[in-house]
């Protein structure tokens, strides 16, 4: 079992994995960490190797990040950030896939998904060396964020509930809960925009109306007004 630790300095913070070197050297476990050594995966955490005495130590640098356990579980948190969330854990699967990772090689818990604030960006935790299931770890994260859902915010309560279905049937194609999500939005704004199209068009049609009454007023009074001074005249 690897141990789990937080290196930090004045300037750098990393996550350590370690484990013995034995375990590290393994075929699966080896090619993995040569991919990751030499290819730059979006959204996965870069990944730094040092072996010391008879163990291997998976350095990931996260400074400026927070797993999302510990940046959301006393705020709420609303669509927009889930939507990138989600997003992040879609296409760390993709990668995974391209890269022929192990999918429970990915660690997807609320402990090991990193957000970075200043760039609101998710940063997944590839570890060759886990044994961890990834429906686990997917199932921990979908209850996580239901409890720090907005419930006020109807899109976030959608994306969440839709996430946890998709993670609790194991269906992994986040694309199409965020592509229905992303259309119903389309289709709000659009609804709105001919709402507030025809809301103006009734707004205009009844100015027209109110200025072409106050016309006819004016005009009529004109005409009692002439039809006065011809009376007053014809009686001097």
């Known amino acids: 079992m690897y141990r789990e630790s937080i290196d930090r300095s004045a300037?750098?913070?990393y996550l350590i994995i370690e484990d013995d070197a034995d375990a590290?050297?393994?075929?699966?476990?080896?090619?993995?960490?040569?991919m990751l050594l030499e290819n730059r995966m979006d959204p996965f955490l870069p990944l730094l190797v040092q072996h010391v005495d008879h163990t291997v130590r998976y350095r990931y640098p996260v400074t400026g990040k927070t797993n999302v356990k510990q940046m959301f579980e006393k705020r709420e948190i609303g669509a927009d950030i889930l939507r990138t969330l989600i997003d992040g854990i879609h296409r760390g699967l993709l990668c995974a896939e391209e890269y022929m990772l192990q999918e429970?090689?990915?660690l997807v818990d609320p402990t090991h998904v990193y957000?970075?604030?200043?760039?609101?960006?998710?940063?997944?935790?590839?570890?060759p060396i886990s044994n961890?299931?990834?429906?686990?770890g997917m199932q921990?994260?979908?209850e996580f964020l239901i409890t720090v859902t907005d419930h006020g915010d109807h899109a976030a309560i959608d994306l969440t509930y839709?996430?946890?279905?998709?993670?609790?049937a194991g269906d992994y194609r986040f694309?199409?809960?965020?592509?229905?999500?992303?259309?119903?939005?389309e289709e709000e704004i659009i609804s709105r925009e001919d709402n507030q199209t025809k809301t103006e068009r009734t707004v205009a049609k009844r100015k027209n109306n109110a200025s072409g009454v106050l016309g006819f007023a004016a005009a009529f009074a004109i005409v009692i007004c002439f039809t006065l001074c011809l009376l007053l005249l014809k009686f001097r």
């Open 11 to 13: 300037k750098e913070t």
């Open 24 to 34: 590290a050297t393994e075929t699966g476990p080896a090619f993995e960490t040569q």
């Open 104 to 106: 429970g090689h990915i």
């Open 115 to 127: 957000w970075d604030s200043a760039n609101e960006a998710v940063f997944l935790c590839p570890c």
């Open 132 to 136: 961890a299931a990834l429906k686990e």
């Open 140 to 142: 921990e994260l979908a």
């Open 162 to 168: 839709g996430f946890f279905r998709m993670v609790c």
């Open 175 to 185: 694309d199409l809960l965020l592509h229905a999500k992303e259309k119903e939005t």
